[in-house]
């Protein structure tokens, strides 16, 4: 019977050099002859010969083991020479290598899966993981938070010990009965590079600073910046926006047993002091202060004042809350403070 006949070139494993070789097979034989130029064969038995799988229009290799390899262009013959199972994933991969529509599907697909792990899957595993902060990890990133901003020149409070007690008391007023408000405890800085601002910390310490207190036109607007802080704090904002903007060191760490905090000690900082928090989180802590002002009996329009006055400020944009960023824009938080104000 005439042998089955195939041209490749032969890589010995010896040198770097080609040669020009045929592939020749008895139908029904168990060896593959490799013949040269010169006339010159070599059996290798099929049993011996790993063939990758096919995968468009890539040259098939064919390899054995301390005799090099053989390259040839994809044929019907190689089916025919090795009779074995053919894996599900490279048949999908040698169909989808084939046709251009499918490619061009496969990257939109792609795309779209990235997007929705971005948008949905990576906030989702954020608040699972924010949820299982134990308190002594909020605690040392919140202290990292506080040591930067002492470089900062984060300096004791100057307004007087009694307006101080006077703030705290109305805002353990606000917050009593809230979700972890056992853990807020009201902190009073002046803070010349923060300028009028307000932030809050993952372990519940929230900062005001005296530029702010001095700005506010009365106590209710005090206090309707304090409810949006103590929001940031309900939702645990700054743990969140610290995971999902350093998804890979922190989720990783946290999740694979990082119980010394140091990712988190390195990405909240960052997130409060540079990158501030989402549009998302921005809102979602606004609408939980004007509720709660609504509640405890407080104009919500004092949000809205509040919220020009920081605008009009000279410098306001500047700060960790970010309170008159594009995220989202002053005019839409000020419109719904006054809708809010509406009411239904």
Not at 160 to 186: I, K, N
Not at 260 to 277: D, E, F, H, M, Q
Not at 308 to 330: E, K, V, W
């Amino acid at each position: 019977m005439n042998p089955q006949q195939l041209a490749g070139r032969w890589y010995d494993g010896r040198s770097s050099q080609a040669h020009e070789v045929v592939l020749e097979h008895v139908p029904g034989e168990r060896v593959l002859r490799i013949v040269d130029v010169a006339g010159t064969a070599v059996e290798w038995p099929l049993a011996e010969i790993e063939i990758d799988n096919r995968l468009g229009d890539l040259p098939r290799v064919l390899r054995r083991r301390g005799h090099g390899q053989v390259e040839c262009a994809d044929s019907p013959l190689l089916a025919q020479w090795f009779v074995r199972p053919r894996s599900r994933v490279q048949a999908w991969a040698d169909w989808l290598e084939r046709r251009r529509a499918a490619i061009a599907a496969a990257v939109v697909v792609a795309v779209a899966c990235a997007v929705l792990a971005l948008k949905v899957g990576l906030p989702w595993l954020a608040l699972q993981l924010a949820e299982r902060i134990p308190p002594a990890m909020e605690a040392q990133v919140s202290n990292q938070v506080v040591s930067l901003l002492e470089r900062m020149q984060l300096q004791p409070s100057r307004l007087p010990p009694a307006r101080q007690r006077q703030l705290r008391g109305r805002f353990a007023a606000l917050v009593a009965g809230e979700p972890r408000y056992r853990q807020m405890r009201l902190r009073f800085a002046r803070a010349p590079s923060l300028g009028a601002n307000a932030f809050a910390l993952p372990d519940g310490r929230i900062y005001l600073t005296d530029a702010l207190a001095q700005l506010a036109g009365d106590d209710d607007e005090l206090l309707a910046v304090l409810a949006h802080e103590a929001g940031h704090h309900v939702h645990r904002h700054g743990l969140r926006q610290a995971i999902e903007s350093s998804a890979v060191v922190v989720a990783a760490g946290v999740a694979f047993g990082d119980v010394s905090g140091s990712s988190l000690a390195v990405a909240v900082p960052t997130v409060l002091l540079k990158s501030g928090y989402s549009r998302g989180h921005e809102r979602e802590a606004d609408a939980y202060a004007l509720e709660l002002l609504r509640r405890r009996g407080i104009d919500p329009s004092a949000f809205a004042r509040i919220m020009r006055r920081l605008q009009a400020h000279s410098g306001a944009g500047q700060g960790i809350d970010g309170y008159l960023s594009t995220h989202p824009p002053t005019p839409e938080r000020i419109r719904a403070a006054e809708a809010a104000a509406r009411g239904p």
